[in-house]
């Protein structure tokens, strides 16, 4: 059982501080008439191999009916043996009298349609929980609305009892929204943690509560992004609680107390956030304990309270290149920041618009601080990306048991339609693999059903098990890969064109010889990886990069790797950075 956590923060080689705030968006381009997102990724299903609540359990999604059973049933089934591990709910209104649960599985799925219509509404007891995701680990929630009609209390409750395994970590919530509850996401509050979790593009919507409450000293390494918080008590805390968090360009609009909360003290950062009309922004209860705490480059428009960052821990704090318009009859202080003890927090960069803004007990360091009249600032709210996008791609379905030249025929098959991103999907189970599968210059997905999709090594060659020839828009999503300490998982090479992109996520790498993932040699690839899992290789470095000849010989590039949100261990070395390679590695755990 996991007792403790690690936050890694590791970024080198960019002085580009704007980098991670810009990743992520869900721009689009066109190649021979077929849209491709520029950056992230799209959405893709569902397979045949994925279970329909509807076909398999009789669920009816007419609003009417009672679909507790139903759903319930494809809860118990998910992911056993034989089973599929993703639970489809096509577009449909599922109505819910009893909670519904999911108990000590991993490597699973609950994925909806379409996030504006796919929702699941309770017409249970008042202060009701919808879902309780129970000993949950490596799995994915995405495409859903949970619709608690002012009744339910916890929409998702994300809680390990410790009665049977596994400990809630490596989950994604992405595309979801969570409307007219006390709780969108409860985490870690019946004894277990809830930990190594990404919240992406999601929306809280009247949360009286909060949008995201953390429970105890293992809930840690929470990470938000791109989400909306509007008209909820608080959009994250971890008060009455306990665990840490990261919030970045997300969006909150008239929080009643504050759009985040911390009590016991950890690491947390808020950067490129957006907050209109809420009492406050980031408030901490008093302790003399110590916090890291990073509040970075938001814009605070209009709160209702004069001190809009109020914390009583010692820090060390950051506030840096915030920019923070108060009310017309506000007075300052605008900051505060005392302790118990004292308080150590430095000011950098930062804009207000009353005087003396800054109040501590400690040390206190202002660089670069200015006031500007109110009228100055003129705040334009900004478009969160929307929901991933769904095309009609051309599927290619890797039969069940097939081995490499099986699968690398119909990768080959799939190449042959140029320009239109085809997917070859490959059903969960178990694949030997016992030659490289080449996935040459080429827009392509590769696609499995989760970390319950394997392809393992079984050959006597020098591998590696999968080569990416540098292609021009490649995606790996939803699949794990075991060099089974005889080859190295992925290579990235060869071909090195202007734009050209690999984008993984959700891809678990597993026991390379040498390396988990090589990016060699790279001036121009822009290679993304997002809720990724590298471990179990105690003679390898995890991830290895290296610059290609003009990265090498002191060329600014476009080219770089960026490594957000995941979890790594058992290897001899993390990080092998070379050649004038740019790597940015942020919120990892080890």
Known sequence: MKISKLSLLAAAFTSFLGLAESSARLATESTAGISIPAESDEFVGPFSSWTDVRAAYGAVGDGVADDTRSIQRGLDDLGKPGRSPVLFLPRGTYRITKTLVLASRINVSIVGEDPAGTSIIWDGEPGGTMVWLNGIAYSRFVRLTLDGKGVASVAVEQSWDMKQPHFDTGNEYSDDTFVDVEYGIHGGFKGGGFAETSIRRSQ???????????????????????????????????????????????????????????????????????????????????????????????????????????????????????????????????????????????????????????????RLTSIDDRVVRRAMIKPVEPALPGRLPRFEREVFEVSPGSGAREIQKTINAALRQKGTRPVVHVPFGTYSISETLIMPASPIQLVGDGYGTILRWEGTGPGPLVRLMSPSKVTLREIQLDGAGKVDSIVVDDVDQPGSRVYMGQVELRSGKRTNLFVNGLDHTNVQLEDLGYAYSPDAVSIKVTGGPLSAGGSRTEGRTNIFSGASSGHRISYDVSGGARVLVRDLWY
Not at 240 to 247: E, K, Q, R, S, T
């Open 204 to 362: 809280f919507l009247r949360n009286s509560q909060a949008g995201v409450a953390l429970g105890n000293f293992n809930t840690l390494d929470i990470w938000i992004w791109y989400s909306l918080f509007e008209d909820c008590g608080t959009g994250v805390t971890n008060t009455p609680g306990a665990g840490n968090y990261h919030v970045y360009n997300s969006l909150f609009r008239r929080s009643a107390r504050s759009d985040l909360a911390m009590g016991n003290t950890g690491g947390f950062s808020a950067r490129g956030n957006y907050s209109i009309g809420s009492k406050a922004f980031f408030v901490g209860d008093s302790t003399s304990n110590p916090a890291t705490i990073n509040i970075q480059h938001n814009v605070i428009v209009d709160p209702i309270d004069s001190a809009v960052i109020s914390f009583g821990n010692q820090g060390p704090g950051r506030i840096t290149d915030n920019t923070i318009r108060s009310r017309d009859l506000a007075v300052g202080p605008v900051v505060v920041w005392r302790s118990l003890i004292d308080s150590d927090v430095t000011s950098l960069g930062n804009t207000f618009t009353i005087p003396n803004p800054l109040n501590s007990n400690g």
